[in-house]
């Protein structure tokens, strides 16, 4: 099965829907590897429990965003993933690291992007009148929250809403959003590996 190594930064409940895809065979997939920059993560845990194989690689560690990536990176060739899913991981990677990883790199980001790159997007959606606020998942070019987006999940903003109530109904999107994409982008490569054994 194609290997999925999954970084995060925090509670993870992304991550935890994709595993829990992947051990239920939803998702075509395994989750080879879950790393968190913060050692605190609460995700980490959750993927422990779930008998994955963990990492903390603390960014506060290094002198440098290069010296980090390169870290990461490391850990990352030892893993070999098939992809790379940035699930709630809340560090800016430097365009070496994602060259390196060109078009193997998947994020969810909680906007319909292009709009709202970066934080605060459902404050931003909300301040703006928006009538829908959402989610994309997008391949990770070096520009932040940028690269071609696979897909997206809309979601009606209610007159009530405050950032906090838009972005719990909005998550419970994301989870679905991510592991459909993940399945696309899996069988993506199934078909490619079947085509090539074609006479
Ligand atoms: C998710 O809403 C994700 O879209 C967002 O962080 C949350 C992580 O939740 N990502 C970003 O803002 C990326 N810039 P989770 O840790 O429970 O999956």
């Known amino acids: 099965l194609p290997s999925l190594s999954i970084l995060i930064s925090g509670r993870g409940s992304n991550m935890i829907a994709i595993a829990k895809a992947c051990q239920s065979g939803e998702l075509q997939a395994t989750v080879g590897l879950v790393i968190s920059n913060r050692p605190d993560a609460r995700g980490i845990e959750a993927a422990r429990e779930m008998g994955i194989e963990t990492a903390i690689i603390d960014h506060k560690g290094?002198?440098?965003?290069?010296e980090f990536d390169q870290a990461l990176h490391e850990r990352l060739q030892q893993a070999r993933p098939d992809w790379i899913v940035l699930a709630g991981f809340m560090r800016i990677l430097t365009g070496q690291f994602v060259d390196r990883w060109q078009g193997r790199m998947l994020n969810i980001h909680p906007s319909l992007l292009p709009k709202y790159p970066g934080?605060?997007?459902?404050a931003r959606a909300i301040a703006a009148g928006d009538s829908h606020a959402g989610a994309s998942v997008h391949i990770v070019s070096p520009e932040l929250d940028a690269g071609p987006v696979i897909s997206q999940v809309k979601v009606a903003i209610e007159p009530e809403d405050?950032?906090?109530?838009?972005?719990?109904?909005?998550?419970?999107?994301?989870?679905?959003?991510?592991?459909?994409?993940?399945q696309h982008c899996v069988n993506m490569d199934l078909d490619s590996s079947t085509n090539s054994m074609l006479p």
């Not at 290094?62 to 290069?66: A, E, P, V």
């Open 162 to 182: 405050t950032a906090e109530s838009l972005a719990q109904r909005v998550l419970q999107e994301e989870h679905a959003l991510y592991i459909t994409a993940l």
């Open 62 to 66: 290094f002198d440098s965003r290069l």
């Open 119 to 122: 934080l605060d997007t459902h």
